[in-house]
């Protein structure tokens, strides 16, 4: 690995590292507990202010961004970053998968389970 690789690769390398460390055991909390108490405190915040419960929606989404704050989370709005999207435009794809699928069973001989003798109207 020539000396410039090398120069572009370590700093990712050392953050990776302290990010495994921060993770081992016996370092800090447990982190399937953190997430368990991050969970109960949003149902909590959820029962008493939420507004199919009667609460108001603005004191429900300050609640809940307190929360998250305590806990080191993320905003509650939109998608984390770096989380692709969900892909549309897959509508045509299913039909043309559909329609596939209808002329298959067609041609199935009778006595095929899932064989289609009969019309669409």
């Known amino acids: 690995m020539s000396a410039r690789a090398r120069e572009r690769v370590l700093p990712v ?3 990776s590292l302290a990010r495994v460390r921060r ?3 016996g370092d800090g ?5 953190a997430a368990a108490s991050w969970r109960a405190e949003r149902r909590a915040v ?22 998250d704050a305590r806990h080191g989370r993320l905003t509650t709005a939109g998608p984390p ?6 892909r549309r435009g ?6 043309r998968a559909r329609r596939g699928v209808r002329r298959a069973r067609s041609l199935l001989p009778r006595g095929v389970p899932g064989a289609r003798r009969w019309a669409s109207l």
């Open 90 to 95: 897959t509508g045509a794809l299913r039909r």
């Open 46 to 67: 959820a029962r008493t202010h939420h507004p199919d419960r009667g609460g108001d929606v603005d004191a429900y989404l300050a609640a809940l961004a307190e929360v």
């Open 81 to 86: 970053p770096g989380r692709p999207r969900a």
């Open 29 to 33: 909390p447990d982190p399937a507990a």
């Open 13 to 15: 390398v050392r953050a």
């Open 23 to 25: 993770a081992l055991p």
